[in-house]
Nanobody, 122 residues
């Protein structure tokens, strides 16, 4: 099995910064796409940012220029640097990974982290 463990959430004032981390462990041969999603109360889960195995990135329009996604393949970890935070960024943030578990199989499995709360408030 594979587990994703997130860290780095918390309470921050508007304009502040946070860095989220998500580390995968377990039966891992390689990891394809990694991403961050968020879900605010009463709203659907939405994609925040994604990064491919080759390093190409994609961002929601609402976070472009403020958030940066990155990955460390040696550590099976994805990061989300969040700057200039706004109250509307308040949500539970979830990491997401597509993991190839076996060298002799191309099958890819999708995994989610447990979620970490980010609250932006004065």
């Amino acid at each position: 099995q594979v587990q994703l463990v997130e860290s780095g959430g918390g309470l921050v004032q508007p304009g502040g910064s946070l860095r989220l981390s998500c580390a995968a462990s377990g039966s891992i041969f390689s990891i394809n796409d990694m991403g961050w999603y968020r879900q605010a109360p009463g709203k659907q889960r939405e994609l925040v940012a994604a990064i491919t195995s080759g390093g190409s990135t994609n961002y929601a329009d609402s976070v472009k220029g403020r958030f940066t996604i990155s990955r460390d393949n040696a550590k099976n970890t994805v990061y989300l640097q969040m700057n200039s935070l706004k109250p509307e960024d308040t949500a539970v943030y979830y990491c997401n990974m597509f993991v190839r578990r076996l060298a002799w199989s191309n099958r890819v499995y999708e995994y989610w982290g447990q979620g970490t709360q980010v609250t932006v408030s004065s």
